[in-house]
């Protein structure tokens, strides 16, 4: 059974930090090329960032440019995303999803279709 779990949100003030953390069991980490999506209440889930399969590449949405950074550890099967800088505008169920398809070079290119392993979301909200 795979398993795909993510941790780490919470409530935090504009300007804060959190680090969030999705596991993956049951398959082999290394396999799939893992991106981190959100949601906000009232608006479509879109791509936050995305990391090639080895950690060689990574993207970002324009709005967290700069302040977010994606990580893996595949001997940890773990996903990262280091959030610096948060604003209220961040706040939304964060989700990492994994697919053994292409894995695009920029999140624009993010096609949710190929995603076929969702967690369940941790929740990050930020506060004025």
């Known amino acids: 059974q795979v398993q795909v779990v993510e941790s780490g949100g919470g409530l935090v003030q504009a300007g804060g930090s959190l680090r969030l953390s999705c596991t993956a069991s049951?398959?082999?980490?290394?396999?799939?090329?893992i991106s981190w999506f959100r949601q906000a209440p009232g608006k479509e889930r879109e791509g936050v960032s995305l990391?090639?399969?080895?950690?060689?590449?990574?993207d970002y949405t324009d709005s967290v440019k700069g302040r977010f950074t994606i990580s893996r550890d595949n001997a940890k099967n773990t996903l990262y995303l280091q959030m610096s800088s948060l604003k209220l505008e961040d706040t939304a169920m964060y989700y990492c999803?994994?697919?053994?398809?292409?894995?695009?070079?920029?999140?624009?290119?993010?096609?949710?279709?190929?995603?076929?392993?969702w967690g369940q979301g941790t929740q990050v909200t930020v506060s004025s």
């Open positions: 999803a994994a697919t053994r398809g292409p894995c695009p070079s920029t999140v624009q290119a993010l096609d949710s279709t190929q995603y076929i392993y």
């Open positions: 990391i090639s399969r080895v950690g060689t590449s990574t």
């Open positions: 049951g398959l082999t980490f290394v396999d799939y090329c």
